[in-house]
C-alpha cells in the first residue's frame, strides 16, 4: 500500500489503510507511528495532533491542515480567537483545553456534522484506476452536501441495495472506502441527481473547503450592500430590512422542503434569534456554520465567489466635506477632512456626523452619497456654533417671516420652525406669512393629489403638480420623502400581489391571502379599497376574511 496521503484524502482515511494493511493488532502500532501514543481519539472532520503526523507523513502541518481536513470549511467564518483556538488545538492536541469541535463551535451549532462517512461511487472508480485503491474524500463528508460535486451523482452513506451501514467515523470503526457492502451488493451503482439546489451546495461547499475566505471581516458590511443593492430594504420605516418580504424571496430559492432534506434549520421571520437575521447583524456574522453562509450568499449572489466580488459602495463620497453653516467664513468650503460614521443597529443606512474645525457648526447626513450634489445636503442639525447663533440673533429682528429666515440661514423649513417655537418667537409665523397654516393646505391638497396618482413617478408627479411638489421640497421636505417613499411602498406590494393573481387565476380570496400572507395582510390595512377591487368576488358575506385583520 501507499502510506502517502492521496488528493483531498481524509486523515483518517490514511490511518485506515494503514490498520487494514496491517490487520487489527496493527491498529495501535499505527496510532503510535503515526501520533506518537497508541490513544489518540480524532475525528474525521478537525483531527488533533498535527504535528505528530506531520513527522511521520514528511507533511508540512499547514498542507495536513488545509488539504486533508475540513479545516478550512470551518475556519472560514470564525473569530480571531477562535481561529487561533482551533489552529493551536489541531497542530498540538492534548493539553490545549477543549476539542476542536469545540473551538469551532460544532458541539453548540443546530447543524450536526455527519455521523457516518459518505462516498461516490464514481470517485470511487476513478480512484482504482488512477491509484489503485479508493479512499474517504474530504468534499464528500460536509454538511448537507449529499451529491458529489465533480459527479452530480447521490452519494452512498449506507448501501444503496440493501441500506447496511458501510463506514464510521471514530478511529476505532472506521474502515477503508469498500468497494461492496456486507452482503456484497456492488456499491459502485450510481443515482443521478436531479435537483439544482443539492449540485450548488455540493459546489459551493467544496468553494468553502478550498479555502477561498480569508479575510472575513467585511462579510457582513457585502452582506447590507447585497440587500442594498436588491432593494430589499424597508422604506417605510427608514431602510430597516423587510425580513419578512427578504425571508419570502429566501424560500422561493431554497423551499423549506430542501431545507429539510439537507438539515439545515427553517428560519421564522418573526424569530430575531433565527440564523437568518442573526448571520446579518455584526455581532453575530462571525461565529455562525459554514452552511448558513453559503445559503445566504447563494441566496442574494448566486455563488460565493461572485458575492465576495460585491463591492462596497464608499458611504460619503470625497474625502473632504463642506462646512455648511451660512455665517462661517468657509460656508460650502470643503474644510471638514473628518467624518464620524456611525452604524446604526438593524440600518442599512449609515449616518455620518460633520464638525467644521473653524465655526463648530454640526450636521448630519444618512449617507450613501449617490450625487456629486448630495455633500450639501444636511439630515440634523446637531450643533449650530457661536457665529451662526450671532447671525440668527442679528437676523431675528429683522425677520419678515419663516421664508425671509430659510433665505438667509440656509437651513430647512422645520429646523426655523423648531428653533421660533423653542425661542417663543411663534408671532414671527403669523406675521409676513403664516408658515403652519400654509404647511396644513399644502400637505392636505399634496396628499389628494397624491391619492389619484398612485402609480405616477416621482419626476412626473413633480411636472404634474410642480407647484406643491416644490413647495414642499423647500419648506417640508421630510414630509414629503416620507409621504413619497409610502407611495412607492403601495406601489411594490400592489405589484406583488398582481404577479401573485396572475400566477393563480383561479384561486379564492383565502387562498390568495395563504399563497402570500404578508401583502396580504399589508394591503388589507393600508390599501383596502386598492385590494377589495382586485380580489375575486366574494363567496360568502366576506365576514370570514375579518381575521386576517
Ligand atoms: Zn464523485
Ligand atoms: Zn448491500
Ligand atoms: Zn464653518
Same mark, same amino acid.
Given at each position: 500500500m501507499n502510506d502517502k496521503l492521496y488528493p483531498d484524502e481524509l486523515v483518517c482515511s490514511l490511518i485506515a489503510r494503514k490498520v487494514h494493511y496491517l490487520g487489527k493488532k496493527g491498529y495501535k502500532r499505527t496510532l503510535h507511528s503515526m501520533f506518537g501514543s497508541p490513544h489518540v481519539q480524532n475525528k474525521y472532520d478537525l483531527p488533533s495532533r498535527l504535528e505528530d503526523l506531520s513527522h511521520a507523513t514528511n507533511l508540512e502541518v499547514d498542507e495536513l491542515l488545509y488539504n486533508h481536513t475540513l479545516y478550512p470549511y470551518y475556519y472560514s467564518f470564525l473569530?480571531?480567537?477562535?481561529?487561533?483556538? #482551533?489552529? @493551536?488545538?489541531? *497542530?498540538?492536541?492534548?493539553?490545549?483545553?477543549?476539542?476542536?469541535?469545540?473551538?469551532a463551535g460544532l458541539t453548540r451549532s443546530l447543524i450536526r456534522s455527519n455521523t457516518q462517512l459518505f462516498l461516490c461511487p464514481l470517485c470511487m472508480k476513478e480512484d482504482i484506476n488512477s491509484v489503485g485503491e479508493p479512499y474517504w474524500h474530504r468534499a464528500h463528508q460536509l454538511p448537507g452536501v449529499l451529491v458529489c460535486y465533480k459527479h452530480n451523482v447521490m452519494l452512498h452513506s449506507c448501501c444503496p441495495t440493501c441500506k447496511s451501514a458501510i463506514g464510521f467515523t471514530t478511529i476505532n470503526e472506521i474502515c477503508i472506502t469498500p468497494a461492496f457492502c456486507a452482503s456484497g451488493h456492488n456499491l459502485t451503482l450510481t443515482v443521478q441527481n436531479h435537483d439544482e439546489n443539492l449540485f450548488i451546495v455540493a459546489v459551493e461547499s467544496?468553494? #468553502?473547503? @478550498?479555502?477561498? *475566505?480569508?479575510?472575513?471581516?467585511?462579510?457582513?458590511?457585502?452582506?447590507l450592500q447585497a440587500l442594498r443593492n436588491k432593494g430589499h430594504i424597508n422604506k417605510l420605516r427608514t431602510s430597516v430590512i423587510d425580513h419578512h418580504f427578504l425571508m419570502e424571496q429566501f424560500f422561493e430559492r431554497f423551499s423549506p422542503e430542501f431545507l429539510r432534506v439537507i438539515h439545515v434549520d427553517i428560519p421564522q421571520s418573526d424569530n430575531k434569534q433565527s440564523w437568518f437575521r442573526k448571520i446579518l447583524r455584526n455581532q453575530y456574522t462571525k461565529n455562525m456554520h459554514p452552511i448558513y453562509h453559503l445559503l445566504m450568499m447563494v441566496f442574494l449572489s448566486n455563488t460565493i465567489a461572485s458575492f465576495l466580488n460585491i463591492s462596497i459602495e464608499k458611504d460619503?463620497?470625497?474625502g473632504r466635506w463642506p462646512c455648511l453653516n451660512v455665517a462661517c467664513n468657509f460656508y460650502r468650503e470643503k474644510v471638514i477632512n473628518r467624518v464620524i460614521q456611525e452604524k446604526r443597529e438593524g440600518n442599512v443606512k449609515p449616518l455620518g456626523v460633520f464638525e467644521c474645525p473653524y465655526c463648530g457648526f454640526t450636521y448630519s447626513r444618512v449617507g450613501p452619497d449617490k450625487k456629486r450634489d448630495d455633500i450639501y445636503k444636511i439630515h440634523h442639525i446637531l450643533k449650530t456654533g457661536d457665529l451662526w447663533d450671532k447671525k440668527w440673533e442679528e437676523i431675528i429682528k429683522i425677520a419678515k417671516g419663516v421664508k425671509h429666515l430659510i433665505r438667509e440661514l440656509k437651513v430647512s423649513g422645520t429646523y426655523i420652525l423648531k428653533k421660533l417655537r423653542d425661542n417663543n418667537l411663534t408671532h414671527l409665523l403669523g406675521g409676513h406669512e403664516d408658515f403652519t397654516k400654509a404647511q396644513e393646505v399644502v400637505r392636505e391638497r399634496f396628499t389628494i393629489f397624491l391619492r389619484d396618482h398612485k402609480s405616477t413617478s416621482r419626476t412626473e408627479l413633480a411636472q404634474i403638480?410642480?407647484?406643491?411638489?416644490?413647495?414642499?421640497?423647500?419648506?417640508?421636505?421630510e414630509w414629503l420623502e416620507q409621504i413619497l417613499t409610502n407611495n412607492e411602498l403601495v406601489l411594490k406590494k400592489r405589484k406583488l400581489f398582481l404577479e401573485i393573481t396572475r400566477k393563480n387565476p383561479k384561486a379564492t380570496r383565502t387562498e390568495l391571502s395563504e399563497i402570500n400572507d404578508v401583502v396580504y395582510r399589508w394591503l388589507w390595512r393600508n390599501d383596502y379599497d386598492w385590494l377589495q377591487n382586485h380580489l375575486p368576488?366574494?363567496?360568502r358575506s366576506g365576514k370570514r376574511l375579518r381575521h386576517l385583520e
Open positions: 473569530t480571531d480567537k477562535q481561529r487561533e483556538n #482551533l489552529t @493551536r488545538s489541531m *497542530i498540538k492536541g492534548a493539553g490545549t483545553g477543549r476539542s476542536p469541535n469545540q473551538y467544496y468553494t #468553502l473547503l @478550498r479555502g477561498i *475566505i480569508s479575510d472575513n471581516t467585511i462579510i457582513q458590511q457585502k452582506y460619503f463620497n470625497a403638480n410642480r407647484r406643491d411638489y416644490w413647495w414642499l421640497r423647500n419648506y417640508d421636505r368576488p366574494s363567496r
